[in-house]
């Protein structure tokens, strides 16, 4: 791969650089693999981005490092913003208030994610600081992807509903303790105080960027369109800003624009929706998200041994999502057949994941490794085995609206054009 970068870097001299060329030509090709993996397989699109991905990540693209940073650290993030952006605006506070068990059911199904991921892999001899760190990200159900599910599934019903806000509930978690317990991985507070404080602090630094991006979204909205393209384009300004800073200021972007999304819906008196010329600029974002994501996981050194305990990670993550799910369910609105698809559908890992996993290899390279052997190819096989068994679960549940048949996607597809 590099020798053939050397070789076509010698002939073509583009003004905007050979990497620029590179990337518009994988952005070009994942689009259309995309595509035709929906088409003629019926799977959702971003099964077709991130087997692009994977392959052109194995095939050694040097387009991503791990751990992430610079621009491909951003773009990840930015890509993960604007999701938890449009996650919060989702999040129904007022449903919290007449159905709290929607929330009991939250915090059971992941605690025993939590505890059952770090007890496997301790049993399995893993460093209790390594499991910590692999715990914490397996919490995570990638909203980014059920939402790609749901959005090419035309999918509605208490099952997407339920998943879609569980998962946003525990990205909410995993992200704010992940970010917190990045610095902490190389020594053991003795005290409670310490431990509370880096919480404190990311919360904190994330609420006040969240709040400015929401307070000056709330004030364009007084003045300008919800549906208008300037609108539209503002946003995407404010999150990317709130993306850049949020870091810097010790808080977590993910985090800042989740709860930015939340309190724009509690300022704004007028029902609003996520503007529809955003909706390619996103998608724009979100393809190279996984992409990124995809190339990154794929540089994970492969054999027998960390095939082990990524089976036995994905094996004890995936049984306590169901049975957390299940333990939560009574009372909470879903019978026991809906919360069995509601378990499954908290299947995939991704982004969200891979940006925790990268601040704790930033915080403590030697460790890190350990990290990383399992924390990449989990990643990778839930990215696109997730979103297959979201689908899977969204169909069995009845909420599709469309057929689950390679043909009907495509009569779709050419009614929407």
């Excluded at 800003?241 to 724009?264: D, E, N, Q, R, Y």
Aim: overall charge neutral.
């Amino acid at each position: 791969m590099n020798e053939l970068t050397n070789f076509w870097a010698d002939w073509v001299r583009p003004s905007a650089g050979l990497p620029t060329v590179l990337w518009s030509l994988l952005i070009a090709v994942t689009a259309a693999a995309g595509h035709l993996v929906q088409r003629y397989i019926g799977m959702p699109k971003v099964v077709g981005y991130s087997m692009v991905g994977t392959l052109v990540g194995l095939a050694g693209f040097e387009g991503a490092v791990w751990p992430l940073q610079g621009v491909g650290l951003f773009m990840v993030e930015l890509g993960v913003a604007i999701v938890l952006f449009e996650a919060g605006g989702r999040l129904p506070l007022r449903w919290f208030r007449h159905n709290p068990m929607v929330l009991v059911q939250s915090v059971i199904e992941s605690t025993l994610t939590y505890f059952a991921v770090y007890w496997v892999l301790v049993w399995l001899d893993v460093p209790g600081p390594v499991a910590n760190a692999l715990a914490l990200m397996a919490i995570v159900a990638s909203p980014a992807v059920l939402s790609r599910v749901v959005m090419d599934t035309r999918a509605s019903g208490p099952v997407t509903d339920r998943a879609l806000t569980l998962s946003t509930l525990n990205t909410f978690y995993a992200v704010t303790l992940g970010y917190a317990q990045a610095g902490l991985i190389e020594r053991a507070p003795s005290a409670i105080t310490e431990r509370i404080y880096p919480v404190l602090v990311v919360l904190g630094m994330s609420f006040a960027m969240g709040a400015a991006v929401a307070l000056a979204m709330r004030t364009a909205l007084r003045v300008m369109s919800p549906t208008s393209e300037n609108t539209s384009i503002l946003m995407l300004a404010l999150i990317a800003a709130g993306t850049a800073v949020s870091a810097h200021m010790g808080g977590s972007a993910p985090l800042a624009a989740l709860i930015g999304g939340i309190m724009l819906k509690q300022l704004n008196p007028r029902p609003w929706s996520w503007p529809s010329q955003l909706g390619t600029a996103a998608s724009l974002l979100t393809m190279l998200m996984f992409v990124l994501v995809s190339i990154v996981a794929a540089q994970a050194d492969w054999n027998l041994p960390v095939a082990g305990l990524v089976l036995a990670l994905i094996a004890a993550r995936g049984v306590a999502k169901v049975v957390g799910v299940s333990l939560g369910n009574p009372g909470s609105g879903t019978n026991w057949k809906q919360a069995l698809w509601v378990g499954g559908a908290m299947a995939p890992l991704s982004s969200i994941a891979l940006l925790i996993a990268s601040n704790f290899v930033t915080a403590s390279p030697l460790l890190g490794v350990l990290i990383t052997q399992t924390a990449l190819p989990t990643i990778l096989l839930m990215e696109v085995s997730g979103a297959v068994i979201v689908t899977i679960a969204i169909h069995l549940a009845g909420e599709s609206s469309v057929p689950w048949t390679p043909e009907a996607f495509s009569t779709t597809e050419d009614n929407q054009s």
